[in-house]
């Protein structure tokens, strides 16, 4: 109750140690109970999290402390390059990334007919955010920023119980298609072979 925690019989070397606290929700009054898009998010946010590399050497480890940080919410508004109005019932996937964690899976975000969306129970912290839309769009996400920088690049805050953003989404609808054949040195069809499309930058991979 008081938050104390140990392990015992632990071998010397390299952990990670992570806690994980159940997100408390409450029904915003804006909320719609048939979102099928928060009802998924909900399922796949489920947890707070603090995590902390240690080393266990010739001795005990006491008195580690873990500090987890609350959610916050992100808005934004999604609109075309153009100018067009967007199609009806859009829905995004958005990606949060923390700074040397693991992307977790892109979860959907339904865009308003006015373009703007919400994010909510996103853990406190400097996170970076990729979008996408689903399979078989006839859109694509040309960029996604905030106060005009990259955020695949620089960091969005989000602090406890706080909104953060908005974040920008240009949608494109000049999508490129590249097609082609390969083919071994004797110049033969090969069947069975998978080909691999990648932005140079790793930064963007």
Known sequence: ???HWSFSNVAEGSYVVTALAPL???MR???QPGDREEAYRRSRQRFLVARQDIIVAGGNLNDLLLSITGS???TGVAELDNGQALPQGLVIFLEVVREGGLPGLPLPVRVQPDGSFSFSDI???DVYLSAALPQGSTLFVKA???NGKDLRRVPLR???GTVAGPIRVILSTELGRVTGRVLSDKNQHLGEVVVLL???ESEKQ
């Open 1 to 3: 109750a008081e938050g």
């Open 24 to 26: 408390a929700r409450s």
């Open 29 to 31: 009054s804006d909320e």
């Open 72 to 74: 916050g919410s992100i």
């Open 123 to 125: 853990q406190g912290g």
């Open 144 to 146: 996604i920023t905030a």
């Open 158 to 160: 989000v602090s406890e």
């Open 198 to 200: 990648a932005p140079a």
